[in-house]
């Protein structure tokens, strides 16, 4: 079982080239079930159905808006974990000074921060965490 990754990006900026694509490229979803609100999979389903079946929510800040603060409002609200991206070069950058972000300069930086995070999370907890399922001990299967 993938884990659930939403992508959360403000629609000012080039998402399909910026953020869609190069995700894609890397080989995601071999991986994890990203989602991608704004892609023909998602485009008609309600932001906030999705964050809450979301496992991570992976926040771009760059160019944020009044919409991309209200995903964030939800997705605190569901308490997802969030881990924020920012670029380098965002005139908002101090905006967010109460954030921990991890800032990018590249497209490609921000993709393999992107994959070294999901790569670093511990899957088996995060999907025992989605499906309410607790367990005590080790969850790994002895041989």
């Not at 929510?57 to 995903?71: H, P, R, T, Y």
């Not at 070069?89 to 921060?113: G, M």
């Not at 070294?116 to 499906?131: A, P």
Request: hydrophobic share 35%; proline share 1%; aromatic share 12%.
């Amino acid at each position: 079982m993938k884990i659930k990754v939403y992508i959360m990006h403000s629609d000012k900026i080039n998402y399909k080239e910026e953020l869609y694509k190069p995700l894609l490229e890397k080989g995601l979803m071999n991986d994890y079930f990203l989602i991608l609100p704004m892609s023909n999979n998602f485009i008609g389903q309600f932001a906030k159905d999705l964050i809450s079946d979301s496992d991570v929510v992976i926040c771009d800040l760059s160019q944020s808006n009044i919409f991309l603060n209200q995903e964030i409002k939800w997705a605190k609200s569901m308490n997802k974990d969030i881990y924020y991206y920012i670029k380098k070069d965002d005139k908002k950058l101090s905006k967010f000074k109460d954030y921990q972000y991890n800032i990018y300069s590249t497209t490609e930086e921000f993709v393999n921060l992107v994959d070294t995070l999901l790569k670093s999370l511990n899957q088996k907890e995060l999907i025992l965490k989605r499906e309410n399922i607790f367990c005590l001990g080790n969850i790994e299967k002895k041989s």
